[in-house]
Protein backbone atom coordinates (compact mmCIF):
# COMPACT_ATOMS: atom_id res chain seq x y z
CA UNK A 1 0.00 0.00 0.00
CA UNK A 2 2.91 2.26 0.87
CA UNK A 3 4.35 2.04 -1.91
CA UNK A 4 1.36 2.46 -4.34
CA UNK A 5 0.68 5.58 -2.21
CA UNK A 6 4.21 6.87 -3.22
CA UNK A 7 3.89 5.61 -6.66
CA UNK A 8 0.41 7.81 -6.83
CA UNK A 9 1.81 10.71 -5.05
CA UNK A 10 4.88 10.81 -7.66
CA UNK A 11 2.92 11.04 -10.21
CA UNK A 12 0.31 13.56 -9.11
CA UNK A 13 3.29 15.81 -8.64
CA UNK A 14 4.69 15.47 -11.54
CA UNK A 15 1.38 16.07 -13.49
CA UNK A 16 1.71 19.46 -11.08
CA UNK A 17 5.08 20.05 -11.90
CA UNK A 18 4.68 19.79 -15.76
CA UNK A 19 1.14 21.33 -15.75
CA UNK A 20 3.22 24.64 -14.12
CA UNK A 21 5.98 24.35 -16.37
CA UNK A 22 3.46 24.62 -19.32
CA UNK A 23 1.49 27.47 -17.39
CA UNK A 24 4.57 29.63 -17.26
CA UNK A 25 5.64 29.07 -21.24
CA UNK A 26 4.39 32.56 -23.48
CA UNK A 27 2.33 31.13 -26.39
CA UNK A 28 3.98 31.64 -29.95
CA UNK A 29 2.31 31.73 -33.25
CA UNK A 30 4.44 30.83 -36.24
CA UNK A 31 3.40 32.45 -39.58
CA UNK A 32 4.42 31.22 -43.05
CA UNK A 33 7.43 31.90 -43.77
CA UNK A 34 7.38 34.21 -46.55
CA UNK A 35 9.76 34.66 -49.64
CA UNK A 36 11.33 37.95 -51.20
CA UNK A 37 12.83 37.67 -54.23
CA UNK A 38 15.57 39.64 -55.42
CA UNK A 39 17.27 37.57 -57.87
CA UNK A 40 17.65 38.57 -61.58
CA UNK A 41 14.76 36.36 -62.48
CA UNK A 42 11.84 37.49 -59.90
CA UNK A 43 9.71 39.00 -62.58
CA UNK A 44 10.06 36.00 -65.02
CA UNK A 45 10.21 32.84 -62.57
CA UNK A 46 7.07 32.98 -59.69
CA UNK A 47 7.32 30.95 -56.86
CA UNK A 48 7.04 27.12 -57.44
CA UNK A 49 5.84 24.26 -55.89
CA UNK A 50 9.58 23.91 -54.37
CA UNK A 51 9.77 27.37 -53.37
CA UNK A 52 6.42 26.90 -51.13
CA UNK A 53 7.13 23.67 -50.20
CA UNK A 54 10.37 24.50 -48.43
CA UNK A 55 8.82 27.89 -47.33
CA UNK A 56 6.54 25.19 -45.03
CA UNK A 57 9.17 23.11 -44.06
CA UNK A 58 10.85 25.98 -42.71
CA UNK A 59 8.22 26.90 -40.68
CA UNK A 60 7.73 23.58 -39.23
CA UNK A 61 11.50 23.30 -38.20
CA UNK A 62 10.67 26.79 -36.18
CA UNK A 63 7.69 25.36 -34.93
CA UNK A 64 9.81 22.04 -33.40
CA UNK A 65 12.26 23.78 -32.59
CA UNK A 66 10.74 26.39 -30.18
CA UNK A 67 8.10 22.96 -28.96
CA UNK A 68 11.43 20.88 -28.49
CA UNK A 69 12.84 23.51 -26.56
CA UNK A 70 9.76 23.30 -23.77
CA UNK A 71 10.49 27.58 -23.56
CA UNK A 72 7.05 28.00 -25.33
CA UNK A 73 3.48 26.53 -26.46
CA UNK A 74 3.16 27.03 -29.63
CA UNK A 75 0.26 28.08 -31.24
CA UNK A 76 -1.37 26.21 -34.14
CA UNK A 77 -3.51 28.12 -36.11
CA UNK A 78 -4.77 26.49 -39.61
CA UNK A 79 -2.95 27.90 -42.99
CA UNK A 80 -4.44 31.38 -43.81
CA UNK A 81 -4.61 34.20 -46.02
CA UNK A 82 -3.00 37.41 -44.39
CA UNK A 83 -2.97 39.36 -47.54
CA UNK A 84 -6.13 41.32 -46.09
CA UNK A 85 -4.34 42.53 -43.63
CA UNK A 86 -1.09 42.61 -45.19
CA UNK A 87 -1.12 43.20 -49.31
CA UNK A 88 2.44 43.26 -49.40
CA UNK A 89 3.45 40.39 -46.87
CA UNK A 90 3.85 40.65 -43.19
CA UNK A 91 7.11 41.55 -43.46
CA UNK A 92 5.75 44.64 -44.84
CA UNK A 93 2.81 45.88 -42.49
CA UNK A 94 5.43 47.02 -39.62
CA UNK A 95 4.73 44.55 -37.10
CA UNK A 96 1.03 43.63 -37.85
CA UNK A 97 2.04 39.80 -37.24
CA UNK A 98 2.07 40.76 -33.29
CA UNK A 99 -1.99 41.70 -33.35
CA UNK A 100 -2.78 39.51 -35.28
CA UNK A 101 -1.10 36.86 -33.32
CA UNK A 102 -2.65 38.48 -30.28
CA UNK A 103 -6.14 38.12 -31.98
CA UNK A 104 -4.87 34.54 -32.11
CA UNK A 105 -4.65 33.95 -28.35
CA UNK A 106 -0.37 33.93 -28.55
CA UNK A 107 1.92 36.20 -26.89
CA UNK A 108 4.22 36.13 -29.24
CA UNK A 109 4.75 36.01 -32.74
CA UNK A 110 7.23 34.33 -34.90
CA UNK A 111 7.98 35.84 -38.76
CA UNK A 112 10.57 34.51 -41.50
CA UNK A 113 11.76 35.76 -44.24
CA UNK A 114 13.80 34.24 -47.05
CA UNK A 115 15.34 36.34 -49.32
CA UNK A 116 16.66 35.08 -52.50
CA UNK A 117 19.78 36.93 -53.65
CA UNK A 118 20.01 34.19 -56.81
CA UNK A 119 18.86 30.76 -57.47
CA UNK A 120 21.58 29.05 -55.52
CA UNK A 121 22.13 31.81 -52.31
CA UNK A 122 19.88 33.51 -49.72
CA UNK A 123 19.40 35.18 -46.68
CA UNK A 124 17.21 35.07 -43.97
CA UNK A 125 15.99 36.69 -41.01
CA UNK A 126 13.79 35.39 -38.36
CA UNK A 127 12.38 37.85 -35.84
CA UNK A 128 9.75 37.51 -32.55
CA UNK A 129 7.89 40.07 -31.50
CA UNK A 130 5.76 40.66 -28.05
CA UNK A 131 2.24 40.34 -29.80
CA UNK A 132 1.15 43.11 -26.75
CA UNK A 133 3.90 45.93 -27.54
CA UNK A 134 4.93 44.75 -31.12
CA UNK A 135 8.15 44.89 -29.60
CA UNK A 136 10.94 42.58 -31.14
CA UNK A 137 12.12 39.58 -28.20
CA UNK A 138 14.57 38.08 -30.29
CA UNK A 139 15.64 38.27 -34.27
CA UNK A 140 18.20 36.80 -36.19
CA UNK A 141 19.99 37.18 -39.62
CA UNK A 142 21.80 35.19 -41.57
CA UNK A 143 23.19 35.61 -45.03
CA UNK A 144 25.40 31.95 -45.04
CA UNK A 145 24.16 32.42 -48.79
CA UNK A 146 24.60 28.64 -49.24
CA UNK A 147 21.79 26.53 -51.01
CA UNK A 148 18.88 26.95 -53.04
CA UNK A 149 15.47 26.82 -51.98
CA UNK A 150 16.27 23.38 -50.31
CA UNK A 151 18.43 24.60 -47.80
CA UNK A 152 16.07 27.35 -46.61
CA UNK A 153 14.88 24.54 -43.44
CA UNK A 154 19.03 24.38 -42.73
CA UNK A 155 19.29 27.72 -42.45
CA UNK A 156 16.20 28.16 -39.74
CA UNK A 157 18.00 25.57 -37.59
CA UNK A 158 20.70 27.59 -37.79
CA UNK A 159 19.43 30.71 -36.59
CA UNK A 160 17.19 29.07 -34.10
CA UNK A 161 20.16 27.38 -32.19
CA UNK A 162 22.76 30.15 -32.91
CA UNK A 163 20.40 33.50 -32.74
CA UNK A 164 16.97 32.27 -31.66
CA UNK A 165 16.98 30.28 -28.90
CA UNK A 166 20.11 30.59 -27.21
Known amino acids: ?18 HAQQAK ?13 KSAGAGIIPPDEHDRRYLSESAQVAKDMLSKSGRF ?9 EQPAAPHGLRNCG ?13 LALLGVVTRVNRTEHT ?9 TGKPVSQGFTDLRMGANYAWPRSVKWLMTNRILR
Open 1 to 18: MRIRTLTLLTTLLAGVSA
Open 25 to 37: QPSIEVFPFELED
Open 73 to 81: AVIDQPARN
Open 95 to 107: GCEGKIAREHGAS
Open 124 to 132: MFIRILDAE
